[in-house]
């Protein structure tokens, strides 16, 4: 990418090769983020696409009634 350039060369050489850190830690955040989604897409499961929601889980709570709130 930076071919000759010394300038390029002694940064590497003081502070690391933060470009390349940064795409490593980018794949496995990448790969760690597959992990975590492959229960979304295990079967029995619609496929959950971009810009649509989730379905609610089904234990969610409904809301109370109005009334006072007793502590």
């Known amino acids: 990418m930076f071919q000759d350039s010394p300038i390029y060369d002694r940064l590497i050489a003081e502070r690391g090769d933060i470009p390349l850190q940064v795409r490593r830690e980018a794949e496995r955040v990448s790969r760690d983020l597959e992990f975590v989604l492959q229960p979304l897409r295990s079967?029995?499961?619609?496929?959950?696409?971009?810009?649509?929601?989730?379905?609610?889980?089904?234990?969610?709570?409904?809301?109370?009634?109005p009334g006072p709130a007793s502590l």
């Not at 496929?47 to 409904?62: D, I, L, Y």
């Open 43 to 65: 079967p029995g499961l619609p496929p959950v696409s971009r810009g649509q929601a989730a379905p609610a889980p089904a234990w969610q709570r409904t809301a109370l009634p």
